[in-house]
C-alpha cells in the first residue's frame, strides 16, 4: 500500500502507512548522520566570530523587514549597526523560547506513545536537535546582546498550556509547530540568500536551517498522516483553530515584543507599516503561509465557513504548488 483514500475529504489521496514509516526511518538516519553540536561545530572565540560593537556586517539588509523600511535606513551608520545587532539577538532569543515550547510539547505527546511506536524514535531525534538549538542562540544572544527582550509576557505565561497540548490535541500542537517553524524559516532563508549577516549569525543559521528542514517536514507528515484519523468534531474544531494558530505564533516569532521595540527605538507608527499594516508587509505575511494552505487544502480543512478565518487573519491566498515553492505570489 503506498497511498490511502481520505474518504471524509475532497479526494485528497495521503501517504500510506508504510511510507510514513519509510520517512520516519530516512528522517531518523539523517539526524544520526548529519547532526550538530554548538560548541564543538561553532568556533565561538575565533576572530572570524568576534562580536565587535563597530562591525558594519550586522547593519540589516533588505530581507529584514526592519532593514527594508526607510526609517532604518536614514539612521546613522552606528545607530543601524546597534539595531541590528539588536534584532539579530531578538530573534534568536524568541526562537530558543519557542523551541523550549516544543521540546515540553513532544515530550508531553511521547508520554502516551506506544511501545514500537517509530514516531518516537525521530521525535526524540528531534528534540535533542533542538535542545542544541536553545543552547546555540543562548550563546549567540549572550555574546551579541544579553540585555535582549524576548518573546511577549503572554506567550511565556501560555507555554505550559500549549505544551500540554501535546497530549490532549497534538494535531493542534503540530499545528503550533509549523506556525513558528515556517516564518522563522522563511526569515533565515531570506537573509542568507540576500547575502547572510555577520558570520556569527551566519553559523548558526547555516546549521537551523539544515536541521530544521527535518523538522518541518515531519510536522507535515505528522498531520498529513493523523488529521484524516480525527473523528468529525476535532477535525472541525482543528478547521477553526489552524488559521488563528498560524497567525498568533507567526506574531511572536516575527513581530517585535513591545519591550524589543522600544529598545530598537522603532516608532509606533513605523511597527504598524512593518508588520502588517502596509501592502507589502501584507503581501509578505501571506507569503509565510503558502507550503501550510497547501497542507491545508490536502486535509479538507481550509474551506467553507472555516476559510473565513483564513482571511480575517490576513493568511489566505494562493497555495503553493509544492512544498517549499519559492515565495509563492499570494493573492
Given at each position: 500500500m503506498t497511498a490511502v483514500q481520505d474518504e471524509k475529504s475532497t479526494g485528497y489521496v495521503r501517504q500510506g502507512k508504510q511510507a510514513y514509516l519509510d520517512?520516519?526511518?530516512?528522517?531518523?538516519?539523517?539526524?544520526?548522520?548529519?547532526?550538530?553540536?554548538?560548541f564543538k561545530d561553532i568556533d565561538w572565540d575565533s576572530d572570524e566570530l568576534a562580536v565587535l560593537p563597530d562591525d558594519e556586517r550586522w547593519?540589516?539588509?533588505?530581507?529584514?523587514?526592519?532593514?527594508?523600511?526607510?526609517?532604518?535606513?536614514?539612521?546613522?551608520?552606528?545607530?543601524?549597526?546597534?539595531?541590528?545587532?539588536?534584532?539579530?539577538?531578538q530573534v534568536a532569543k524568541v526562537g530558543l523560547q519557542f523551541e523550549q515550547l516544543l521540546i515540553g510539547g513532544v515530550m508531553n505527546h511521547?508520554?502516551?506513545?506506544?511501545?514500537?511506536?517509530?514516531?518516537?524514535?525521530?521525535?526524540?531525534?528531534?528534540?535533542?536537535?533542538?535542545?542544541?538549538?536553545?543552547?546555540?542562540f543562548q550563546e549567540f544572544v549572550n555574546r551579541v546582546n544579553p540585555d535582549v527582550a524576548g518573546a511577549p509576557t503572554y506567550f511565556k505565561v501560555l507555554v505550559p498550556l500549549m505544551a500540554s497540548a501535546g497530549a490532549w490535541?497534538?494535531?493542534?500542537?503540530?499545528?503550533?509547530?509549523?506556525?513558528?517553524?515556517?516564518?522563522?524559516?522563511?526569515?533565515?532563508?531570506?537573509?542568507?540568500r540576500s547575502g547572510g549577516s555577520h558570520p556569527a549569525a551566519n553559523r548558526i543559521m547555516q546549521i537551523h536551517i539544515a536541521e530544521e528542514a527535518r523538522h518541518i517536514g515531519f510536522a507535515h507528515q505528522y498531520l498529513e498522516q493523523h488529521v484524516p484519523e480525527l473523528g468529525r468534531v476535532k477535525k472541525t474544531l482543528l478547521a477553526y483553530v489552524f488559521p488563528v494558530i498560524m497567525r498568533l505564533l507567526c506574531d511572536v516569532i516575527m513581530v517585535p515584543s513591545k519591550q524589543a521595540r522600544y529598545d530598537m527605538g522603532i516608532p509606533d507608527d513605523v511597527a504598524k507599516e512593518i508588520w502588517w499594516k502596509s501592502e507589502e508587509s501584507e503581501k509578505l505575511l501571506r507569503d509565510l503561509f503558502g507550503d501550510v494552505r497547501l497542507l491545508a487544502d490536502n486535509l479538507g480543512i481550509r474551506k467553507g465557513p472555516a476559510k473565513l478565518l483564513w482571511k480575517l487573519t490576513g493568511i489566505d491566498g494562493r497555495a503553493s504548488r509544492f512544498r517549499a515553492e519559492p515565495r509563492a505570489a499570494s493573492y
Open positions: 520517512t520516519l526511518r530516512t528522517l531518523s538516519e539523517a539526524s544520526v548522520e548529519v547532526h550538530f553540536d554548538p547593519i540589516l539588509n533588505d530581507a529584514d523587514e526592519i532593514g527594508a523600511h526607510p526609517w532604518y535606513k536614514a539612521l546613522p551608520k552606528q545607530r543601524q549597526i546597534e539595531i541590528g545587532m539588536y534584532r539579530w539577538a511521547l508520554v502516551w506513545a506506544k511501545n514500537n511506536n517509530p514516531e518516537f524514535r525521530y521525535a526524540t531525534h528531534e528534540v535533542t536537535e533542538e535542545t542544541h538549538h536553545t543552547q546555540m490535541f497534538p494535531e493542534a500542537f503540530f499545528t503550533g509547530i509549523l506556525a513558528g517553524e515556517e516564518p522563522i524559516d522563511h526569515l533565515q532563508k531570506g537573509a542568507m
